[in-house]
């Protein structure tokens, strides 16, 4: 099995920094794409941040110039360093990863169990 363990959530005033990590363990052949979700109360879930196992990055457009994902591959870690932060940033942020067990597998989505960012004003 995969699991994926974040930490780094909690409450913060505006304009301040967090900084999540989520690590991936278990028995797998590799991690392709990992990646930030959040979903505030009353929203649907969005995207905030993927980054590819070469290190490529995409972002939302809400969250570009305020926060930064990065990766450990030796680690199996990926991180959302979040500066600037908003109210409406608040959220549950839940980590994503894109796992192959096998070499001649499939990829498959794997979720960490989300961490809370609040964000007072």
């Known amino acids: 099995q995969v699991q994926l363990v974040e930490s780094g959530g909690g409450l913060v005033q505006a304009g301040g920094s967090l900084r999540l990590s989520c690590a991936a363990s278990?028995?797998?052949?590799?991690?392709?794409?990992m990646g930030w979700y959040r979903q505030a109360p009353g929203k649907q879930r969005e995207l905030v941040a993927t980054i590819t196992s070469g290190g490529d990055t995409n972002y939302v457009d809400s969250v570009k110039g305020r926060f930064t994902i990065s990766r450990d591959n030796a680690k199996n870690t990926v991180y959302l360093q979040m500066n600037s932060l908003k109210p409406e940033d608040t959220a549950v942020y839940s980590c994503?990863?894109?796992?192959?067990?096998?070499?001649?597998?499939?990829?498959?989505?794997?979720w960490g169990q989300g961490t809370q960012v609040t964000v007072s004003s």
């Open positions: 994503n990863a894109v796992v192959k067990r096998f070499r001649v597998s499939l990829a498959h989505d794997y």
């Open positions: 278990g028995s797998f052949f590799s991690i392709n794409a």
